[in-house]
């Protein structure tokens, strides 16, 4: 026998996720009731639906600031979505200042691995295999593919994990920014500044 969904189940589902109604009662109904279960649902839906949006043109947006730490340390951002009207909205506004904090606090290199250049790449490689020197040879590679992972996660603003909720990388946050407005949003590119570097 399966659960009855009730308003409230919906309700409390959209107040935690953002999600629309109808998709709310319907990760219910997927789940039977279980709200873990309807939450893993909508997000692999909700990442689903912000990869489809990712090819869309960006071009609007907004450039947010942040100082921190008595004017020692201070960021800037271009965030970019499809329209002036998402770029107003309050969701849009938080989520740039959420981001420029993050910049603040884990001093991400890069945006995107793309933008990582293999000289980087070729000295952490180079430092890994350093490490692990006398290992087997097939060994090492593995070793320093794995490190390599590590450099990425540190550098890449994208893949660092958020400073407020480590559960979520910034990619994460980005898509479920994504699903809830319904357009295309990303990080054009930052700057970080820290006082005396």
């Known amino acids: 026998m399966s659960t009855k969904i009730t308003a409230k189940m919906v309700g409390e589902l959209r107040a935690e996720t953002g999600a629309g109604l109808l998709d709310c009662k319907k990760a219910l109904v997927e789940s039977d009731g279980d709200l873990e279960s309807a939450l893993t649902y909508l997000r692999k839906k909700g990442i689903a639906s912000a990869e489809k949006k990712a090819g869309r043109d960006a071009s609007e947006g907004l450039i947010e600031y942040y100082i921190h730490l008595g004017g020692k340390v201070g960021v800037l951002l271009e965030l970019n979505c499809e329209t002036d009207f998402v770029a107003k909205t309050d969701d849009f506004k938080l989520l740039a200042k959420d981001i420029c904090m993050h910049i603040a606090a884990s001093n991400p290199l890069f ?4 933008e990582v250049p293999e000289s980087f790449l070729e000295k952490e490689r180079e430092i890994a295999a350093g490490q692990v020197e006398g290992k087997p040879e097939h060994i090492v590679q593995k070793i320093v593919d794995g490190k390599i992972e590590k450099v990425y996660m540190a550098n890449c603003l994208l893949e660092q994990p958020f400073v407020k909720d480590s559960e979520k990388s910034i990619q994460d946050m980005l898509s479920e920014k994504i699903t809830k407005l319904g357009e295309n949003i990303m990080v054009k590119r930052f700057t970080r500044y820290q006082l005396g570097e």
Do not use: P
Request: proline share 0%.
């Open 111 to 114: 945006v995107r691995r793309d």
